[in-house]
């Protein structure tokens, strides 16, 4: 009987490591929401990315839909900056000091030019 009573206690203390390991996530941490494991009140924010960082992408990479959607981001005047004008279904994308020449529809990057404008 004691025997049984050992082997019992013993599975269920191995059993609880190997339940952390096949839920990694404990209740109330963020799932994955397209930009891996992020706090959630960065879920939604363009990339994930925190205050004060951000990502620079590369061409052929696609830049999240609000960069390309939302008309802050958007430079108005190329020609200001010295970048050629955007083909039909493109548009310049101005996040911090990097200009992206975008697709408007899918937001596949053609274009990058860093640090376009310094000591913003």
């Given at each position: 009987m004691k025997i049984a009573m050992i082997a019992a206690v013993s599975t269920a203390l191995l059993a609880v490591p190997i339940a952390a390991i096949a839920n990694p996530d404990p209740p109330g941490h963020?799932?994955?929401h397209g930009h891996g494991h992020v706090p959630p009140g960065l879920a939604k924010k363009p990339g994930g990315m925190p205050p004060g960082q951000y990502k620079k992408w590369a061409r052929g990479e696609r830049l999240p839909r609000s960069y390309f959607t939302d008309r802050d981001y958007y430079v108005r005047d190329p020609e200001r900056y010295r970048l050629?004008?955007?083909?039909?279904?493109?548009r310049w994308v101005m996040?911090?000091?990097?200009?992206?020449?975008?697709?408007?529809s899918n937001g596949l990057i053609a274009n990058v030019i860093l640090?376009?404008?310094?000591?913003?």
């Amino acid at each position: 009987m004691k025997i049984a009573m050992i082997a019992a206690v013993s599975t269920a203390l191995l059993a609880v490591p190997i339940a952390a390991i096949a839920n990694p996530d404990p209740p109330g941490h963020a799932k994955k929401h397209g930009h891996g494991h992020v706090p959630p009140g960065l879920a939604k924010k363009p990339g994930g990315m925190p205050p004060g960082q951000y990502k620079k992408w590369a061409r052929g990479e696609r830049l999240p839909r609000s960069y390309f959607t939302d008309r802050d981001y958007y430079v108005r005047d190329p020609e200001r900056y010295r970048l050629a004008p955007a083909p039909a279904g493109y548009r310049w994308v101005m996040v911090r000091d990097d200009a992206y020449l975008t697709n408007t529809s899918n937001g596949l990057i053609a274009n990058v030019i860093l640090g376009l404008v310094q000591g913003r």
